[in-house]
């Protein structure tokens, strides 16, 4: 089984509207028609009521965030069991998931049995990521996840995608704005 893991460093971010969904519900949909079942999401801060009426997955909070490797260490600890045979990272600023990406990626993670898969993206790497159970000690151990990919590039295959949503960022929830209205004219 592969879970998804989506950090949320950015409420705002992840409550944003895009095309008449909040984001990380948007992420959520993605993920559950490419059959990735079980997702937590990790929000940065304290234990808050969130409206989350639409999601039945899990939720973790991270009360001393320091960057994305932490939240999704927070993440791993929660999903921990015997049939986890690795995680799909999916960083809430990454939002533009789409089935065929997912799809893309955990086929790259079946075929080539590397214990870590990267989305490339016209030459550019992007998200989301898988990692293999084997290395989720290793993941532990480091200081951040750009580390631990360089730590582990033997174990590492890139994968091509035409989904443009692997790379691309937003930063902000004016920038999903922005890129709705460019995406709009």
């Known amino acids: 089984m592969i879970a998804a893991i989506i950090p949320i460093q950015d409420r705002t971010l992840a409550f944003a509207q895009l095309h008449d969904t909040i984001v990380v519900q948007h992420m959520v949909n993605a993920l559950r028609a490419s059959r990735v079942l079980d997702i937590i999401l990790v929000f940065d801060g304290e234990n808050e009521n969130l409206s989350l009426s639409w999601f039945d997955g899990a939720v973790a909070f991270h009360s001393q965030p320091q960057n994305i490797l932490s939240s999704v260490i927070v993440g791993i600890e929660t999903l921990r069991s015997n049939n986890l045979h690795g995680v ?35 030459g550019q790497r992007g998200n989301p990521i898988v990692i293999a159970s084997p290395l989720f ?46 995406q709009n004219v």
């Open 88 to 122: 799909l990272i999916c960083p809430v600023t990454t939002p533009f998931l789409s089935q065929s990406l997912v799809v893309d990626v955990l086929q790259g993670f079946w075929r080539s049995q590397n214990n870590i898969v990267v989305p490339v993206h016209n």
């Open 137 to 182: 000690d290793d993941l532990i151990k480091t200081s951040s996840l750009d580390y631990f990919l360089e730590a582990h590039r033997d174990d590492l295959v890139e994968i091509t995608t035409a989904e443009e949503g692997a790379v691309t960022m937003v930063a902000s929830s004016s920038n999903i704005d922005s890129f709705i209205i460019r």
